[in-house]
């Protein structure tokens, strides 16, 4: 019997005395970082003839839309990229530029989406992406309206959209937004 | 920082399913008859210390050890973790219990009857993490295509007081039964099961993706967690609640021991069958529908602009209802199912060092099974034992435990007697005391009691 004790107490010996831990440093979380990547989709729109007329058969050069939007500030200080991606499709045998203009609250102009975007006549599929700089991103989370303005370029040939025109100006577009949850 | 990684350590590490299996039928400790009622008690009365008759903190986290993330090894945390995220199965659990004996005592009513009674505090955090939630949090959104499934989402927290009394009869010389009726009060429930659903980014038509929330079916019951004045909650609020104050329930316990050959020994509980009304601080959230959404449709008509945002807004609420729920609930406490053979060999114990427990051999070897179901996801172990009765003074049992947490838990019990003071330690995964950060649970139990026996 003292024997089988000896055993179970020197099994129980070695077992707490070979040492608690092995080197664990939790300093490191200082150095953890969490990268993700999320995806929004944006804004879409499939603007045809009608929409480039106005009730005269004249032609409007210019058109515009508003998102009035509150944008929740709490990830801010995680982002560290925001890119746009858009996607545009152009049967119309002109040209146009879209831009998206941003305003506060106040309404006062606080940032432009730069560069253009520029839909050339009878284009395929063209993928325009606009990256946010690191420095601009707060402007974001001021905004209040989103504006989108699209613009008809003027013909080169001097011809004028009808409203038999069956072309259509086709936008879609989405927001990838790049966050880096830092511990320190 | 520091202080961060470590409680994120203790979450990890402390407390396992509430498996209790070096305990169990151990030593023919009182504590063995809150595992099993209808287990054999020999001694003539006994009372635990008290706020020291059993201290049980058990606990652990499926998915990686502490040690694999902060291992002072060179290789950078990010890689540590990405490493520990690969290796996460399609969904992990993490539990921590404890357990406080306030008072606990029993005495023989007759050669026939044990009786035994007391009061302890239990704590239970029980949370099972989808695979895909863990992606979605770590990664993000990106991955085109892909079902994020809050499927297997759901947790659950307990803090309450049990009051107990139970019976431990004798029929005959090879059947022992065993029934303890309780009564929980309840300070605090969160309780989340069986939510379905699923977030996806896929390609669109009418946009380059949409986004759907699909199926989305989940419930949040919560009772004494959410309250309009925090000032109450100070640790006497918590006291009372425990102590009568709470949300009532009851339950059942109930266990055999069954010597069905002159050696073996066949024994199994149920523990908790029970139930918690939940009726006072009750606020739970519902969130049920689907929703569907592929951007901002501009129409460029300024004779009838539209408000997106809000409208957008509005149709999210109509389409995927939150409903916060304010009626009483019923809360079922998760069930325990032991189960267990042993053989018997060895000497029988005789008069010189066993005179007050005539008829036992001095070995024991089997197998046990623990089962706890009801609670977030289903939890089962297996346990080979050997337990030796050295003398009357002193006995140990060696345990070998396969559970989800790992495949080689060794655990370890000794019991001690001096006079009528007695001690018991328990503890497992100790072949991870080289090094305790690597264990992916824990399970501790100490108490000491005053036991009296009868003279023979």
Sequence with gaps: ?184 | MKNLAFLVFLIFSIANAQNKQILYDFAGLPQTLLINPGAEVSNKFYFGFPLFSQVAVQGGFTGFSAYDIFADDGININTKISDAIKGFGKSEFTELNQQLEVLSGGFLLNEKMYLSFGYYQETTILAKIPRDVIALLYEGNSDINRQYSIEKLSARAELLGVFHVGISKKINEKWQIGARAKLYSSALNVNSKQSTGSLATTFGSNNIYKQQLENIDFLLQTSGVFFEDTDVLTPAYYVKKMFLGGNLGLGIDLGFTHHFKKQWTVSGSAIDLGFIYNTQDVKSYGLKGDFEVDGFDLNFDDQDPSDYWNDLEDRFNEELVLDTITSKYISTRPLKLNAAVNYAFGKKLDNCRFDKRPGLYSNKVGVQLFSNVGAVHTYLAATLFFERWFSKNFQAKITYTADPYSFKNLGMGIATQLGPVNLYVLADNLLNLNNLYAAKSVNIQVGLNFIFYDKY
């Design chain 1, 1 to 184: 019997m003292m024997k089988a004790l000896k055993i179970i107490l020197g099994i129980f010996a070695i077992l707490c005395f070979q040492g608690c831990t092995k080197p664990i440093d939790f300093d490191q979380i200082d150095a953890a970082e969490i990268k993700a990547n999320y995806i929004l989709t944006q804004a879409y729109f499939n603007l045809g003839s009608s929409n480039f007329l106005d009730e005269f058969g004249i032609e409007i050069p210019l058109q515009n839309d508003v998102i009035q939007a509150q944008i929740s500030g709490s990830s801010q200080k995680h982002i560290e990229k925001i890119e746009f991606t858009f996607v545009t499709q152009n049967s119309f045998d002109r040209a146009f530029n879209v831009q998206i203009v941003l305003f506060d609250a106040a309404q006062e102009q606080i940032y432009t989406f730069k560069p253009t975007i520029q839909i050339p006549a009878y284009s395929g599929e063209i993928t325009t992406t606009i990256e946010i700089p690191k420095e601009d991103i707060a402007v974001i989370f001021n905004t209040e309206y989103f504006s989108f303005f699209v613009q008809l370029l003027p013909s080169t040939d001097g011809s004028v959209i009808s409203l038999n025109d069956d072309a259509t100006l086709h936008f879609k577009s989405y927001v990838e937004l790049f966050l880096n949850y830092k511990t320190a």
